[in-house]
Nanobody
Framework: QVQLVESGGGLVQPGGSLRLSCTVS????????MGWYRQAPGNQRELVAR???????NCADSVKGRFTISRDNDKNTVSLQLNSLKPEDTAVYYC?????????WGQGTQVTVSS
């Protein structure tokens, strides 16, 4: 059974930093991409950043220059470094793994940016 376990969310002041991590347990054949989405109250879930198996990165314009995604293929982990956080970054962040057959989601971790 595949599980995505996230960690690292929390409360931080504007301008602060957090690091989110996601570990995949179980077997997924041919992971093609790993990434992070977020969903704020009243909004649709949106892509934050995604990294392919060969290191190609896509990220939202709103986080470019502030967030960095990284991936360890051997350990099946994906991390997201969040710097220069803003109140509008407040959301539940979800880990996402994409394979040719289906995609998988973590349970979500809350990030709150507030003074």
């Amino acid at each position: 059974q595949v599980q995505l376990v996230e960690s690292g969310g929390g409360l931080v002041q504007p301008g602060g930093s957090l690091r989110l991590s996601c570990t995949v347990s179980g077997i997924i054949n041919r992971i093609s991409a790993m990434g992070w989405y977020r969903q704020a109250p009243g909004n649709q879930r949106e892509l934050v950043a995604r990294i392919s198996s060969i290191g190609i990165i896509n990220c939202a314009d709103s986080v470019k220059g502030r967030f960095t995604i990284s991936r360890d293929n051997d350990k099946n982990t994906v991390s997201l470094q969040l710097n220069s956080l803003k109140p509008e970054d407040t959301a539940v962040y979800y880990c996402n793994v994409l394979s040719p057959i289906r995609q998988y989601w973590g349970q979500g971790t809350q990030v709150t940016v507030s003074s």
